[in-house]
């Protein structure tokens, strides 16, 4: 698959699980990457980590995708840093164990619904604003099986990510003629800290996974490979998709 020579990529939720994973593949392309995150700790971890592996630009910004100020800033320096932004990865995002609707208090879903939707909602508008000046650009958002069928976990979180669906397909259609493609991906269960963390055990994870077709979870690098392909120039002519990986959970 095509390298990411010389571009240069934002991954939020970079410091962990899937959004990590992005992040080292994608240096591994060549790709100069930004970490944001707002764990600082994990943060500079794993740009330490994109540095020792040969990418020397790469680096990690604290910040919190639902704040407008710290998503511009966040834009804004990279802008000034390296004078363009290729890649835009929405990775990161809260999963709140909320048992039932009458179970979930306002404050989560406001929590759940400014994180995972707003945030995302904000990274696009101020990424596509500089994708439109450079006339190219490609947002991979992460929504989630969640949001395509009712479940009884977390009712903000199912919300949310149908909203990041959506927000995908709009963006998609409203910039496709400024060369900018806007795709989501899709995933089943993934073994990432977010996922072990949902669990109230390993035994309760691996029920989970026993109901996947493929008989395993997926790992973050199954969907950094689809994220790196739906970047790349092999997927010129997707835009505005929502890529199913789940290992055949919602074709049964
Ligand atoms: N793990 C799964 O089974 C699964 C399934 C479907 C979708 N997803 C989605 O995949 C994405 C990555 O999840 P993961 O499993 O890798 O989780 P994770 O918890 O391992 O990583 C999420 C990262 O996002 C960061 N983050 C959280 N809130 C933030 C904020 N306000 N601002 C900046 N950073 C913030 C966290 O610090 C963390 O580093 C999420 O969008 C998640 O909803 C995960």
Same mark, same amino acid.
């Given at each position: 698959m095509s390298d990411l020579a010389g571009q240069v990529a934002i991954v +939020? *939720? *970079?410091? =962990? *699980?899937i959004g990590r994973a992005v992040a080292v593949l994608f240096a591994s392309k060549g790709c100069r990457v930004v970490i944001a995150d707002q764990d600082a700790r994990r943060g500079v971890e794993v740009? &330490?980590?994109l540095k020792r592996g040969g990418s020397a630009d790469s680096s990690s910004t604290e910040m919190d995708v639902s704040s407008a100020a710290q998503v511009d800033a966040l834009v804004t320096q990279t802008l000034a840093r390296f004078g363009r932004l &290729?890649?835009?990865?929405? =990775?990161a995002a809260? @999963?709140?164990p909320l048992p039932s609707l009458l179970e979930t208090p306002e404050p989560a879903w406001d929590q759940v619904l400014s994180v995972n939707l707003k945030g995302t909602f904000l990274m696009c508008k101020r990424a596509i604003a500089a994708m439109v000046d450079q006339g190219s650009g490609a947002i991979v958002n992460v929504a989630s099986i969640a949001a395509m069928k009712g479940t009884n976990y977390s009712v903000p979180y199912g919300v949310a990510k149908a909203g990041v669906i959506?927000? +995908?397909?709009?963006?998609?259609?409203? @910039?496709? *003629? %400024?060369g900018i493609r806007v795709n989501c991906i899709v995933p089943g269960l993934v073994d +990432?800290?977010?996922? %072990? %963390?949902?669990m109230a055990s390993s035994e309760e994870f691996d029920r989970f996974v026993a109901q996947i077709p493929a008989g395993r979870a997926g790992t973050p690098e199954d969907m950094a490979a689809l994220t790196l392909f739906l970047v790349s120039k092999e997927a010129a002519?997707?835009?505005g998709a929502a890529m199913v990986s789940d290992g055949g959970t919602m074709a049964r």
């Open positions: +939020t *939720g *970079g410091a =962990s *699980g740009a &330490d980590e &290729d890649i835009l990865v929405n =990775s809260v @999963y709140p959506q927000l +995908t397909k709009a963006a998609a259609v409203q @910039y496709a *003629g %400024r +990432t800290p977010m996922s %072990r %963390r949902s002519f997707i835009n």
